[in-house]
């Protein structure tokens, strides 16, 4: 199963790189949401300290971003879960278009584990996801005024980051790709992934501190996956060496999840296969 698995996602993965059209879009989504959100949703450049206009000192930004030491460091993690979710959510057009043209159907007659077609999807969406997240980063990195990482952030905090969108883009991409399986227009699936997604980003911290969000939406971002894989990033991010309370926290987020990415791939790989034996 696996070398069907790694077969099916490698040539799905060669036609997309092999495709500008569907590559080029995607970094310069990263651009657009770094820059348009960094700049237009800065709420630092809408509060002054006072009648004189005079702009926040930077302790008082800090303080409510995290410690962030301006608003695109404390963005870019959420940016990037932002690209994961319409990556992982949108990547599943690839399968309804291999179903319509009747690559699925021969696929589901030849000698191969069916549960293969299922695993190729979700890996080739995370490796794509995870790429364009890689390239956000480092947009994030080089734009003017842009992510400013710790003197003490080293290869094991990227790791680290990274680690926690993987296991985000996991559970996301097995719920994801389950749908898409169980969908047989386009017209559906983008009916069901934009009825999702906003919602999903929305009820999180991705774009602001949910501290400010009403008691009710506070706790719905507090069990959001999004959410806690925003916190374990950007502890790492904003401040690098952590401390023994933040060691606590980034290990609780970690732990939520693998949990998330275990129950999610489960369900989305039931249901996958569920959808497969039913064509």
């Given at each position: 199963?696996?070398?069907?698995?790694?077969?099916?996602?490698?040539?799905?993965?060669k036609?997309?790189i092999?495709?500008?059209?569907?590559?080029?879009?995607?970094?310069?989504?990263?651009?657009?949401?770094?820059?348009?959100?960094?700049?237009?949703?800065?709420?630092?450049?809408?509060?002054?300290?006072?009648?004189?206009?005079?702009?926040?000192?930077?302790?008082?930004?800090?303080?409510?971003?995290?410690?962030?030491?301006?608003?695109?460091?404390?963005?870019?993690?959420?940016?990037?879960?932002l690209?994961?979710?319409?990556?992982?959510?949108?990547?599943?057009?690839?399968?309804?278009?291999?179903r319509?043209?009747?690559?699925?159907?021969?696929?589901?007659?030849?000698?191969?584990?069916?549960?293969?077609?299922?695993?190729?999807?979700?890996?080739?969406?995370?490796?794509?996801?995870?790429?364009?997240?890689?390239?956000?980063?480092?947009?994030?990195?080089?734009?003017?005024?842009?992510?400013?990482?710790?003197?003490?952030?080293?290869?094991?905090?990227?790791?680290?980051?990274?680690?926690?969108?993987?296991l985000?883009?996991?559970?996301?991409?097995?719920?994801?790709?389950?749908?898409?399986?169980?969908?047989?227009?386009?017209?559906?699936?983008?009916?069901?992934?934009?009825?999702?997604t906003?919602?999903?980003?929305?009820?999180?911290?991705?774009?602001?501190?949910?501290?400010?969000?009403?008691?009710?939406?506070?706790?719905?971002?507090?069990?959001?996956?999004?959410?806690?894989?925003?916190?374990?990033?950007?502890?790492?991010?904003?401040?690098?060496?952590?401390?023994?309370?933040?060691?606590?926290?980034?290990?609780?987020?970690?732990?939520?999840?693998?949990?998330?990415?275990?129950?999610?791939?489960?369900?989305?790989?039931?249901?996958?296969?569920?959808?497969?034996?039913?064509?």
């Amino acid at each position: 199963m696996i070398d069907e698995t790694l077969v099916l996602s490698a040539r799905a993965l060669k036609k997309w790189i092999r495709n500008p059209a569907a590559v080029v879009p995607g970094l310069v989504t990263a651009i657009f949401y770094i820059v348009l959100f960094g700049s237009s949703f800065n709420p630092t450049n809408l509060i002054s300290s006072g009648s004189g206009g005079v702009p926040l000192p930077p302790s008082v930004i800090q303080q409510s971003f995290g410690g962030a030491p301006n608003y695109i460091t404390y963005l870019t993690a959420g940016v990037i879960c932002l690209i994961l979710v319409f990556n992982m959510a949108f990547g599943g057009i690839d399968l309804v278009l291999d179903r319509q043209l009747g690559f699925l159907s021969t696929l589901l007659t030849a000698p191969i584990p069916r549960a293969a077609i299922f695993l190729s999807g979700v890996v080739q969406n995370l490796v794509k996801a995870m790429v364009l997240a890689l390239l956000t980063f480092a947009i994030a990195l080089v734009i003017p005024n842009g992510l400013e990482l710790p003197s003490g952030f080293g290869v094991i905090d990227f790791l680290g980051v990274f680690f926690a969108f993987a296991l985000l883009g996991l559970g996301l991409s097995s719920v994801f790709t389950a749908i898409a399986l169980s969908l047989k227009s386009i017209d559906s699936l983008v009916a069901i992934v934009n009825f999702l997604t906003l919602p999903l980003i929305f009820m999180s911290n991705a774009l602001f501190p949910s501290s400010s969000f009403p008691t009710w939406l506070m706790d719905i971002a507090g069990v959001n996956p999004i959410s806690k894989a925003n916190e374990a990033a950007r502890l790492l991010i904003i401040n690098g060496n952590l401390s023994s309370n933040q060691v606590s926290t980034f290990t609780g987020d970690i732990l939520y999840l693998l949990g998330f990415a275990a129950v999610f791939g489960l369900i989305g790989y039931l249901a996958g296969k569920k959808a497969l034996s039913a064509q």
